[in-house]
């Protein structure tokens, strides 16, 4: 089936059931954004919200789109159901009450059916997200935390953890060239394209993959350090996040120490 069919197949399915007041697609296909690869975001507005029942009438739907092969029902949030078909169509669905639809826009939302006029009552477009100085000072000290941890890895001859170490680096420095970029319509990690620029682009593709041994991990640990820290210094001072100053001096000090290596950056 196309996305259109398995879009029309569940909306037909649903839109008379007693209970269910209205269907939206969000995500991709919510904002336009959507193309051949997107996934089918949908919420669902239930009286009762994301009880049993009204699960079940969400898998009885899907399944008129294809056998189902994956079936997470409200496993990791407890109103989102994932479920892919076997022709790997993938379809989410956030269950909520009609009072939790405040916080959406029209502008990211296309309904499907909405018996109350639901979607007439809310804002035009959401208001763009304020910085988090907490959530950001918690993202310095995590890359921190995981420098620091070189010299764990580099005196057990831990090289394969120590990929896994620059694999959690690079996380970091991607949510935080995300986050200087601010864009709309984020989508998933599998967007990246749209959500940063051709010079953020430039930086992480110039960065060395990482290598399960001692001389490469040390110098992919480095690189990253340096890409990152001055500019997560930079947004820190933009958004009032008090730099983890002892924090980070601590963990050059014990690098030096352990590794005989400097800070990269002045």
Aim: proline residues 6%.
């Amino acid at each position: 089936m196309t996305h259109a069919d398995v879009i029309e197949a569940i909306t037909a399915s649903l839109k008379d059931v007693p209970g269910l007041r209205a269907l939206f697609l969000s995500g991709s296909y919510g904002t336009g954004l959507a193309d051949e690869y997107s996934d089918i975001d949908f919420i669902l507005v239930a009286e009762d919200g994301a009880t049993d029942e009204v699960a079940d009438l969400w898998r009885q739907a899907v399944s008129k789109t294809g056998d189902i092969v994956l079936w997470w029902d409200r496993t990791t949030v407890p109103v989102l159901i994932n479920a892919i078909t076997e022709d790997w169509t993938r379809t989410d669905v956030l269950i909520l009450k009609p009072d939790q639809m405040g916080s959406y826009a029209q502008s990211s939302l296309k309904p499907l059916f909405d018996h109350d006029g639901i979607y007439d009552s809310l804002a035009t477009v959401a208001k763009p997200p304020l910085p988090n100085p907490k959530r950001f000072r918690h993202q310095v000290e995590e890359f921190i935390r995981i420098l620091g941890l070189l010299h764990l890895a580099a005196g057990r001859e831990e090289y394969i953890n120590g990929v896994l170490g620059v694999f959690h680096l690079r996380n970091k420095l991607v949510d935080l060239l995300i986050e200087e970029t601010n864009a709309p319509n984020r989508g998933g990690i599998l967007h990246l394209n749209r959500l940063i620029t051709d010079e953020q682009k430039d930086l992480l593709t110039a960065l060395p993959p990482p290598r399960p041994d001692r001389e490469a991990m040390i110098s992919a640990h480095l690189a990253y350090a340096k890409a990152y820290l001055p500019r997560a210094r930079a947004r820190a001072g933009r958004i009032g996040t008090d730099w983890p100053e002892a924090f980070e001096a601590a963990t050059w000090s014990r690098l030096k120490e352990a590794l005989s290596i400097e800070r990269p950056y002045d």
